[in-house]
């Protein structure tokens, strides 16, 4: 089975959708011989990447103080949401910044073949952001994050001091359009099927589940 997900760093659905799918995959007992394609979404590619501490919430307000206490309630459900999947998020500590430099070290990690330091790449990179509330734009937090990860320090800040790997991320992005998908997450099962958004748990399975049961009567 091949799925993809298109993904950024910067969204809570995706890091919650993406633990919910890694979780059914292996309920449904594929997850160690099954593709799992991280494709870069940049929600918003124009956010700038000096930011602060409290900025997240004018994500939910659009800088209107008298919605402050509705984006409370809505960051306090994204929480308890992440919570029920064993994440820890600090939505007030957030620094919500520009993520293509995090995308150009995920290329980097996919282009090493091994599928443990990608994924090891991105669940740092996601707690860094939600749970440290550090600068995913920050050259020096990025390279401290990518080495526990398991890349090299010396490759990474070449990585980042260099023009290398932006052409694929806008190429996944560019995919997206094509198929039309219009926010994150969104996963793609066997180019064939298609999961929008953090779903239930079940929901996953229940997919996964199908296209099983497709290869095994192909």
């Known amino acids: 089975m091949e799925i993809k997900y298109w993904s950024d760093i910067a969204c809570p659905f995706c890091y919650i959708g993406s633990t919910r799918m890694k979780k059914a995959m292996k309920e449904v007992g594929i997850y160690d011989d099954t593709d799992l394609e991280l494709k870069s979404f940049q929600l918003n590619p ?16 659009g800088g209107n103080k008298a919605m402050e206490d509705d984006a409370r309630q809505k960051m306090a459900y994204i929480t ?51 749970t440290d509330g550090k600068s995913i734009a920050d050259h020096g937090v990025l390279t401290n994050a990518a080495v526990k990860a398991g890349l090299e320090r010396q490759e990474v800040q070449d990585i980042l001091n260099s023009d290398k790997y932006p052409k694929e991320v806008v190429a ?10 219009q926010g994150a997450p969104f996963f793609v099962l066997n180019n064939k099927y298609a999961i929008s958004g953090a779903q239930p748990y079940e929901v996953f399975v229940q997919a996964l589940e199908k296209v099983k049961a497709e290869e095994a009567q192909a």
């Open 80 to 130: 308890q949401m992440a919570a029920g999947e064993g994440l820890e998020f600090h939505l007030d500590k957030v620094v919500p910044t520009n993520t293509m430099d995090a995308h150009r070290l995920i290329k980097l990690a996919e282009s090493k073949g091994d599928r443990d330091l990608v994924e090891r790449v991105i669940s740092r990179f996601y707690k860094v952001y939600f």
């Open 46 to 61: 124009m956010e700038s990447k000096t930011a602060k501490p409290g900025d997240y919430i004018n994500h939910f307000t």
């Open 172 to 181: 996944d992005e560019v995919e997206a359009q094509q198929l039309g998908i």
